[in-house]
Structures are given as C-alpha cells and as structure tokens.
C-alpha cells in the first residue's frame, strides 16, 4: 500500500475541532489518513516524502455546482450583458451543436481548472445529451483527470411547444431520460468510502421539465440511494414562471413533487422568503451557492447567513463556466465571504456602531469570516453532497487536500496564513492531492498535458461559434 508524508507545514484541518497545526503533517496510506499532528510525532519515512514549509494547507474545495461544457461558450459576445432567460435563450443553440467529444474535453478544461484552484470534489450538472453525447463521455474524462466527480445525470423535457424555454431541439422523451438514469446509476454509481464517481438524478429545473418527471425521478432517486439536484429559484423571473405554470412559488413546487429532504440540493436559491428557509431547514435540504455566477447574471444574492443560521447545508458552486466565466473555486470562497458581507450592509448592519467592545454594536449580526468561508467550501460542499469521507483532514477521511506556498508576493505582510488564502486575490494551489495521488504538483498538472488539453478544446469551441 503506497504511503506520502506531508511535513512542516501549516494544517487548517477543519475538523469539527476547527484545529489549526502550525509545523503539521500528515500521514497518508492508500488514499486515507493514517495520521495527523505536528511532524516530529509523525513516522519520518514513506514512498513520497514532501516538505511543505512555508506551505498552508487545507482540505480539498468541494464544488458542489457546475455545468463542464459550457467552457466552450465562455464570453460568448451576445450572451456577456443578458440576464438569466435571456442568456439561456442566446446560448440553445449553440450548445446543440455539441458533440461527445466536446463533451469530453471540456469536462478535461472544467476540472483541470478546479484542480490547479484547489478542488478536489466536483458535482456537474449535464443536462443536455445533444448528438448522442452521454453522460459516460463526462466521467470518462473526470476518471484520466483524478478529482472525484459527482455526475449529475441531467434532463430537459419541456421544450416551447409545451411551454417551456429550451427549444424543442435540446429536449429528450421522459421514457429515455428515465431509462438511461436507470443505466448509469447502474454501471457507475458508488456509494463506498473514498468513491471516485457518484451519479445524481437532476432534471435541469421547473421551467425544463414536467412535474410527472420530477416525480419518477424522486422515486427513482429513493429507490437507488442516490442523491437529488435541480436548480430552483435562481432569479425573480422563475419566481414567476412557477406562479404562472403551476400556480405555486418554487419552494412550494419541490414539496408537490417529492423535492424535500437530506438527499436533495439546490443550486443557487436566491428568491426565498423565511418562511421557505425554514422548509429547508426542516427537511435537511442543502444549498449550492455560486455568488460569481449569481454577480454576472444579476441574479441577485442568496441569503447565506440566513441559511446557516437555520442550520441549512451551504455548498460553493463555481456554476456554469458561460456564467461565471471561469472554475476557480478558491475564488468562489472569496466572493462568497464578500458577498455575504454585502448582503448584511444592506439588512442594516451598522459599520459605524461602537457600543461594544467588537464595534459591532448590540444585536448585529456578524461579518462571515474567512474561515467560514472556507468552510462552505469544504465541510458545507461535503455536506451537502451527502459525504462524510471528505471536507476536512482528519484520520480515516481521504487523502484530499491542497497545499498554498505562502511565500509569494500577493501574501507579502499577511499575517494570518488561512485567512491570507481568502482575503489575498486568488491563486492557484502548488499542490492538488486527491486520495494520496497528485494530481497538481508545483503548479502544474500532472495527470493530464495542459497544452494539448487548451488546443483541442478551443478548436472545439471555435467550431461551435462557426456552424
């Protein structure tokens, strides 16, 4: 069994204990942590020895939304000032062009980006087959990278002859969609420790398909053990459309169809009121919140303190790579810890107020750290995917974590090395490891050549623009 020892390096082990190990390591076998704690009360000797000093290093980022193929579409000029429907609707067409292969290079690009950011867990939300593309062309791809995938076997069923947005052309029968769920939960889905893929049933949203379909897919889901994923409530513009087709805000919909309950997650869920926090709450319903994505489609800003006061799962998703327009999760973990602290300046907080000794005054809420931050970008992505072998660094979890040399000219005069990692511009991580293997080592990629990978995908994606 092949061991690694990390050493001398500062560890924000996130752990339930938040524990922080200045001159820390780490002893890895076959994929797990064997030990942890300070390096002279670690064994000395393995298969791969690396000094890490000057290095901090955190569990792997969780993405917990993300749509890989549309980094054949990023800054697509009549798609770069529209809102959501708008850039939906500009967008269609282009993506029906895709082919199996371009479904395979971008899912290389999408997480070849998030591993050189840190990541080591990825959900993607594939939701359209166009040209016999499939959802094995996806984990294919994921499998020669080495990030753990979370493989959302999407749908689209409701074109605009029935009311819906997509076009007719991108749409699929319910029976195929059901059947091929059935397929690849079956050859691909793995629920043990340490699994490299797991599938998720995740018909795109309300207004893409039927109720009838969000139903069999709940039953279906249930009946597997597999895990539930939908967008829900993104914009106001939804928010409407759910009145106006089923007679019913969104929240409310998911509870008509089944859609409640710890298996279930949502990305993005702006539009929500209280009283629909509380349902989430109630029913262990997680959250996927992509606060770039949300930024650059005006979709407005999620209430994470909300959620996280009532005890809601919170995840970071990088989104779409057209909506965001990049797979930099470290960067979602900045924003998010920005935008949060935007959303409370408009509830009322109170910059000015000096009535206690934090000047925080009596009954205000509190900014989110940056340690919270990355937070939801570790333990709240692991959470919400239902895995409790990943998200922080502790014995008999996954070797996953990613390793920041600390000594660079953007961390200049940081004095806190974990928070440096947030409130400093985003950087890429020296070292991406996932179940003991590399696969970024001193900045570069090692499972896959990065060149080749750029070349083939932008001869893709200029071809897609050409048709």
């Known amino acids: ?105 971008s899912t290389q690009t999408a997480l070849a980006e998030l591993a050189l950011s840190g990541c ?20 294919a791809a994921a ?17 605009e002859k029935d009311g819906g947005l997509p076009p007719d052309s991108v749409i699929d029968s319910e029976a195929h969609i059901l059947n091929d769920s059935q397929r690849v939960i079956e050859k691909y889905h793995d629920a043990k420790p340490g699994a490299m893929t797991q599938i998720v049933l995740a018909p795109c949203s309300p207004f ?23 967008h829900l409530a993104e914009t106001e513009d939804e928010e409407q459309f759910c009145l106006q087709m089923f007679g019913r805000r969104p929240v409310d919909y998911m509870q008509d169809t089944d859609w409640v309950g710890g298996d279930v997650w949502y990305a993005h869920a702006v539009w929500v009121n209280e009283e629909e926090i509380k349902v989430f709450a109630k029913h262990n319903c997680g959250v996927a919140h992509c606060p770039s994505s949300n930024m650059r489609l005006a979709s407005g800003i999620a209430p994470i303190q909300g959620y996280r006061a009532a005890g809601v799962n919170v995840g970071l998703g990088v989104d779409g790579s057209a909506s965001n327009d990049g797979s930099h999760l470290l960067a979602e973990v900045r924003n998010a810890m920005l935008l949060a602290r935007v959303k409370e300046g408009m509830t009322g907080f109170s910059l000015t107020s000096n009535s206690s000794p934090t000047g925080r005054g009596e009954g205000v809420r509190e900014l989110m750290s940056a340690r919270e931050a990355l937070y939801l970008g570790t333990r709240g992505g692991a959470a919400v995917l239902g895995r409790n072998d990943i998200g922080s660094l502790e014995v008999g979890k996954c ?58 995908h932008n001869r893709a994606a200029k071809r897609l623009l050409e048709n």
Do not use: C
């Open 208 to 230: 893409t398909v039927s109720s009838d379909l969000m139903k069999e897919s709940a039953k279906m889901a249930r009946q597997y053990g597999v895990h539930l994923h939908t």
């Open 399 to 456: 070797a996953d974590f990613f390793a920041v040399n600390l000594n660079r000219l953007g961390f200049a005069g940081m004095h806190d090395p974990v928070s440096a990692l947030v409130f400093g511009q985003p950087v890429n991580a020296d070292y991406t490891v996932v179940g003991g293997k590399f696969i970024v080592k001193e900045g570069q990629l090692v499972t896959v050549d990065e060149r080749k990978v750029i070349e083939k």
């Open 143 to 159: 499998l020669e990278i080495g990030v753990r995938l979370h493989a959302s076997r999407g749908s689209m069923s409701l074109g």
């Open 1 to 105: 069994m092949p061991t690694l020892l990390i050493k001398n390096a500062y560890i924000a082990a996130m752990d339930d204990q938040r524990s922080e190990i200045s001159d820390g390591a780490i002893f890895v076998r076959d994929g797990f942590i064997e030990q942890i704690g300070k390096t002279d009360e670690l064994p000395s000797v393995a298969d791969e020895v690396l000094d890490l000093k000057g290095h901090v290093v955190l569990p792997g980022l969780v993405n917990t939304h993300h749509h890989f193929y549309q980094t054949l579409t990023r800054a697509v000029p009549a798609a770069q000032d529209a809102n959501l429907f708008n850039w939906l609707k500009t967008l269609y067409p282009i993506w029906a062009r895709i082919q199996p292969d371009d479904i395979f290079i």
């Open 120 to 139: 080591t867990t990825a959900s993607d939300h594939l939701y359209l087959f166009p040209n016999g593309s499939k959802l094995d062309d996806e984990i």
